[in-house]
């Protein structure tokens, strides 16, 4: 069995300062994990993946997440926020190598990014 | 390589009506999934195609079914249209099963 609760569904950041968006797991083996982000009318664009190698891992635009086995975590973070950021971002988890019924998405955190 | 492509992007209907949305994979990608996203339940699974056979099934009702055809291109059916059936439909591929997948912009269909 697996879950995923993604802890806050709104996070309000200014622009120029860093970025958290958390995200808990729950999975009976070792799971692969995924941010994906979606913006307005737009569909989900992968960030970046969690497959058992390094547990700091590095996205595109500057994101990255750490998956921390003894919390349960894959928070993702960016140093630095920028306007283009605001959308909504979606923690994913799966069993590797099994078929897409697997895939468990959280409910979505709102990223608004203040001027 | 081009991405994954859907159409129609939107769409109208009335309860009781069919509708049919279509999905084109990325280049070498011969997994098809259905995602239905609406904002009371989230993303839902619908289902799985792989080399033109439905691989896995989410829980969704019969109206829903779905196709691949031997370009890995896949069609999704919505039978006696519901009005909860309103919802964004998204298509992901992938080269195989199991894989990272790359999800296309998504139908958004009305009923009324």
């Known amino acids: 069995a697996q879950s995923v609760t993604q802890l806050d569904s709104h996070v309000s950041v200014s622009e120029g300062t860093p970025v958290l968006l958390r995200c808990n797991y729950s999975s009976s083996y070792s799971p692969s994990l995924f941010w994906y982000v979606q913006h307005p009318n737009k569909g989900l664009q992968l960030l970046l993946k969690?497959?058992?190698?390094?547990?700091l891992v590095k996205g595109i635009n500057g994101f990255e997440a750490e998956f921390k086995k003894s919390e349960t975590s894959f928070h993702l973070t960016k140093p630095s926020a920028h306007m283009s950021d605001a959308a909504e971002y979606f923690c994913v988890v799966t069993r590797p190598n099994f078929g897409n019924e697997k895939l468990t998405f959280g409910t979505g955190t709102r990223l608004t990014i203040i001027p | 390589k081009a991405g994954v492509t859907q159409t129609p992007r939107y769409l109208i209907k009335t309860r009781g009506q069919q509708v049919t949305l279509s999905c084109s994979p990325i280049s070498g990608h011969r997994s098809v999934s259905w995602y239905q996203q609406t904002p009371g339940q989230g993303l839902q699974f619908l289902f799985e195609?792989?080399?033109?056979?439905?691989?896995n099934k989410g829980n969704f009702p019969g109206r829903f079914s779905g196709r691949q055809f031997s370009n890995s291109r896949s069609e999704m059916n919505v039978s006696t249209l519901e009005l909860g059936d309103s919802a964004l439909y998204l298509c992901a591929t992938s080269p195989g099963q199991g894989e990272t997948q790359y999800f296309g912009p998504g139908t958004r269909l009305l009923v009324l």
């Open positions: 969690y497959t058992s190698a390094a547990t």
């Open positions: 195609y792989f080399s033109e056979t439905q691989r």
